[in-house]
């Protein structure tokens, strides 16, 4: 039997009979014995549904101020500035600079579990071009001295602005849960280290040490009102390489003379591709991709060099080894056929697979369906983009990352209308629909929080 629950909590709309009900915790106190309760009993959703209906305008406030003041990795000094602000207003000891522009935010609830919320704050050098009202008009200048755009291309802003909203329910709701709330803005995601620059300036020895983790992330190709979960692996291993193929340079008119370095480019980004296909056992995710060839200045010159620049893909650290290993075998192999220099080939920006614990997984999908409906909550098969999340799994938390839909149905249905696909992430095309996905990413993300820190827990 379920009963309504009367709580002196503020923005509290809902008002019950205690003639009529038999349980009503915080007004009949004395009755507090009669049934266990879970947390979600507690605060039910439909009082969470009324929270984040009352508070949402404020929550896209924050969206529209970090999408139109994004900054990429490294440089995120104004984004961890407004999102300290934001955890201190709602009542969090926050600690600022840990691994870089990092911020941690700590609220103290009793005695319990730790759980720990993760959003990044990075942007990308991408040139908006979505022609929306508050696009972003920032710039920087990358590493080759060029001028980019900056934009929130992947959804942080999305993580960010969801990941106040949540603090500021979670702190005006202390009645409804025990234990310790950790927030995370993390740094330098899109470049794969912000994760370990925290851990290594000592995050889980200076902070509490989470029991359970959660995130999100946006997705582009599932609807406004819905999430997805990858049970187990989710996310891949992400390697960049590059490859400085060397080679004696001369009149293009006279190759007899010269070690054509363009030449054994192109000759190894077809050796490459025999990777995946005849090393690799079928069944074994995997990819190779040569993203970029550079090299060479003119018509009839034979230069001394040629760069390739490539990532990698896999999930478990056996093929992980045997795809490095194998590239590097066959650049050496490629110029020791063309009697050229050995190549330098170095390997960076490591990015470990993200794999979601499988008992966490298990909690966080009942969560999601209590708060959005079973019908709602949607497989998803795993996907070999990197996210550098699961560096804290690797360090002996369980881990949960799951897929926010952020695109609402009217404009996906016009899409595949017109047989377009959705704007990827990373495109400056995408953007999310922020009021339908952010109303989602707060009930689901307060409940899987409030369901690992129940009432009456203990550690």
């Avoid at 990795?73 to 602000?85: H, P, R």
């Avoid at 077809?270 to 090299?295: H, M």
């Avoid at 063309?338 to 979601?356: I, Y």
Wanted: hydrophobic share 40%; net charge negative; proline share 6%.
């Amino acid at each position: 039997m379920q009963f309504p629950i009367c709580y002196p909590m503020q923005n509290c709309r809902q008002v019950c009979d205690c003639r009529t009900t038999i349980l009503c915790m915080f007004s009949c106190t004395c009755l507090f014995f009669l049934a266990p309760l879970t947390a979600i009993g507690q605060v039910k959703s439909a009082a969470i549904d009324k929270w984040i209906e009352a508070h949402i305008d404020g929550v896209v406030d924050d969206y529209i101020h970090l999408h139109q003041n994004p900054e990429v990795s490294f440089q995120e000094k104004e984004t961890a500035a407004y999102m300290a602000a934001a955890w201190r207003e709602a009542g969090f000891t926050v600690t600022e600079r840990v691994g870089g522009f990092g911020v941690v935010a700590v609220l103290e609830n009793g005695k319990g579990p730790t759980v720990m919320l993760r959003t990044d704050l990075d942007a990308l050098p991408v040139s908006e071009a979505t022609l929306l009202p508050y696009a972003s008009k920032a710039t920087v200048t990358t590493a080759s001295g060029a001028t980019s755009g900056v934009m929130h291309a992947c959804g942080h802003d999305i993580h960010m602005s969801n990941l106040i909203g949540v603090a500021r329910f979670m702190s005006s709701h202390k009645d409804a849960w025990r234990g310790t709330l950790l927030l995370i803005g993390q740094p330098a995601e899109e470049r794969g280290s912000g994760a370990r620059a925290m851990l290594d300036d000592g995050l889980f020895k200076r902070f509490p040490r989470p029991d359970h983790a959660l995130a999100l992330h946006c997705e582009s190709t599932t609807p406004t009102g819905t999430v997805a979960v990858s049970p187990g692996y989710s996310l891949a291993n992400v390697d960049s390489v590059d490859i400085i193929v060397k080679g004696q340079g001369g009149h293009g008119s006279a190759p007899e003379t010269t070690i054509d370095p363009v030449v054994q480019a192109a000759e190894l980004v077809i050796a490459l591709q025999t990777i995946v296909s005849r090393e690799i056992k079928p069944g074994n995710p995997a990819v190779v991709t040569v993203g970029a060839i550079n090299g060479g200045t003119k018509h009839n010159i034979i230069g001394n060099s040629c760069h390739l620049q490539l990532t990698v893909r896999s999930y478990t650290d056996e093929v992980r080894e045997k795809l490095l290993a194998a590239i590097k075998r066959k650049a050496e192999a490629v110029a020791a056929g063309h009697r050229a220099p050995k190549p330098d080939v170095r390997f960076s920006e490591g990015t470990p697979a993200l794999r979601n614990d499988d008992a966490l997984t298990a909690r966080a999908v009942e969560s999601f369906r209590a708060a959005i409906g079973s019908e709602n909550v949607l497989p998803m098969e795993p996907v070999m983009g990197g996210e550098d999340f699961s560096q804290y799994g690797l360090a002996g938390v369980p881990i949960v990352m799951y897929r926010l839909g952020v695109i609402a149905p009217d404009r996906l249905a016009a899409m595949n209308a017109r047989e377009q696909q959705p704007p990827s992430l990373h495109s400056a095309e995408f953007y999310p629909d922020p009021v339908e996905a952010l109303t989602t990413g707060m009930d689901t993300m307060i409940h899987a929080t409030l369901d690992l820190l129940p009432v009456g827990s203990r550690n």
